[in-house]
């Protein structure tokens, strides 16, 4: 039964279909947490995949304060300082780490939020749904691009 207590829970995502229709109406993808080419990590070539698969990506690191630029993009220090919409924030941060962000992507209204593969916060998850954000939890988007044949 979904009333006014659960309608919420529609905007949380766990399913192909669901996640295929969320990447098809996505095209620009804020990465809080990106990391700079030189890590070798996932935070880095997730979001260079997503790039060559046509989606335009808008850094957002945490760390790297002297990085003014990744993936040939500007960077930026809050989601919410991001200028134009923002369709996806794709969050590399650890679990206990998002919260410090929810009210700054909350500011921004993005389409939906991500958390990658690992990443499970599920108080933030409900909050940004809560405020109509579609949330994907603990999936690799790189993984998702590729099952839809991105």
Request: aromatic share 8%; charged share 25%.
């Amino acid at each position: 039964m979904t009333g006014p207590d659960t309608a919420w829970q529609q905007h949380l995502i766990d399913d192909k279909a669901g996640i295929r229709a969320l990447l098809e109406r996505t095209h620009r993808i804020a990465v809080l947490g990106i990391k700079t080419a030189e890590s070798g990590q996932p935070a880095y070539y997730v979001p260079e995949y997503a790039k060559r698969a046509g989606y335009e990506i808008v850094p957002v690191p945490v760390y790297y304060p002297e990085v003014t630029e990744i993936l040939g993009e500007p960077v930026y220090r809050t989601v919410s300082a991001v200028p134009g919409e923002v369709d996806m924030v794709n969050v590399f941060r650890r679990a206990r780490d998002i919260d410090a962000h929810v009210d700054d992507i909350l500011a921004k209204r993005p389409a939906s939020v991500w958390f990658q593969l690992g990443i499970r916060n599920d108080a933030a998850a409900e909050r940004f749904a809560r405020a109509g954000i579609d949330v994907v939890q603990d999936r690799c988007l790189l993984v998702e691009l590729g099952a839809i044949g991105k």
